[in-house]
């Protein structure tokens, strides 16, 4: 079996100065000093749930979907990428 990290990545950007269409984390690092603490932490929620196949919101194959908690914040798409 290979091994995987999880990707998220910005798909519709918000009104954060950080991020831009098509940015990328990898959440198996430690917290980029780049990205904020709330999205990051909402991030990391997701990410829990897609490792445990909670029910979440899923977009095609393997993918999920969340939003920044922030007002206007980021939508990102999280997924699976073999190292």
């Known amino acids: 079996m290979k091994n995987k990290r ?16 098509g940015n990328k984390v990898i959440l198996s690092d430690p ?3 780049d990205v904020c603490e709330s999205g990051y932490e909402e991030l ?3 990410a829990q ?5 909670e029910n979440i919101l ?3 194959s393997g993918k999920i979907v969340t ?17």
């Open 6 to 21: 999880i990707i998220a990545k910005v798909v519709e950007p918000g009104d954060c100065k950080y991020y831009l269409k």
């Open 31 to 33: 917290k980029p000093d």
């Open 44 to 46: 990391m929620r997701q």
């Open 49 to 53: 749930a897609f490792i445990d196949d």
């Open 58 to 60: 899923k977009v095609g």
């Open 67 to 83: 939003r920044c908690p922030h007002y206007n914040g980021d939508v990102w798409e999280l997924s699976l990428e073999d190292i």
